[in-house]
């Protein structure tokens, strides 16, 4: 089994409202049309499935997340853009509650990285989709991450994630991998993109230093790296100091690679 690394604490949230079909989907946006269905796993706060509920009117949207208490936050944020074709409900990625050929679309952002068995959750994610329709997944891939200046204080936030995540079961380099996975799960068709979020701007360096840096020290992946030994608080306090050192360079920059695939059935 795996358990989801982050939790759902402020300084996680913040990242996860701010994607949206623009700076996360963009790969599978332009084959989005009005009346399509689609399968939205590992929602979250639903800002991206809510833009696909828009995009796909009158087609229907189905939003799943494993987390009950989040959904509350995506059923208000639809409820807030005024949508009604589109519903929420509690799944398993590994065991998707929905019948064969279900949805033209299933699709899944920043998901399999955090699972214990993403071959068989494509398989799934497969199962579902009608013959013809398409499987959308994109992952980070930790590994690729790059940053500039280098603090020596921010050093060890990357080592401890890896520990930690793969600790709880999760592949935080998924985002290369994402097409042996697919191949594995039965599907011939899979092509390969990867985009890149950047942040440059004092603006952007800050509100990254708060979500990211910020849950060094916040979230429940600072409290499974204390409870499993793979940092003391004071050593998360100190690299959540390098983040900071790093935001308030007048020349950082730091860039997120994530791997893309759209997968035929």
Not at 189 to 216: I, L, Q
Request: charge should be negative; charged fraction near 20%.
């Amino acid at each position: 089994m795996s358990e989801y690394t982050h939790g759902h604490h402020p300084t996680v949230l913040s990242s996860h409202t701010w994607r949206t079909v623009g700076n996360s989907a963009a790969y599978l946006a332009g084959h989005l049309r009005a009346g399509l269905s689609l399968l939205d796993v590992g929602c979250g706060p639903g800002t991206i499935s809510a833009e696909f509920a828009e995009r796909l009117a009158p087609g229907r949207v189905v939003a799943v997340d494993a987390a009950d208490g989040v959904l509350r936050q995506a059923r208000e944020h639809a409820a807030e853009r005024g949508l009604d074709n589109i519903e929420f409900a509690v799944a398993d990625v590994h065991a998707l509650g929905f019948p064969d050929d279900a949805f033209d679309i299933v699709h899944a952002h920043q998901v399999l990285q955090h699972i214990a068995d993403p071959v068989r959750a494509l398989a799934e994610m497969r199962r579902v989709c009608r013959p013809g329709g398409i499987v959308a997944v994109r992952e980070a891939d930790f590994g690729a991450f790059t940053w500039y200046p280098q603090p020596p204080a921010m050093a060890d936030w990357l080592p401890v994630y890896y520990k930690v995540a793969r600790g709880n079961g999760g592949e935080p380099d998924a985002g290369r991998r994402l097409v042996s996975w697919a191949r594995e799960a039965g599907f011939a068709d899979v092509a390969f993109t990867s985009t890149v979020w950047s942040f440059a701007t004092p603006e952007e360096r800050e509100w990254w230093c708060g979500t990211w840096g910020g849950r060094m020290v916040h979230s429940s992946l600072a409290e499974t790296a204390v409870a499993k030994g793979h940092a003391t608080r004071a050593e998360l306090e100190r690299i959540h100091a390098g983040w900071q050192e790093w935001a308030a360079a007048p020349d950082g920059v730091f860039t997120a690679q994530h791997g893309e695939i759209l997968c035929r059935p």
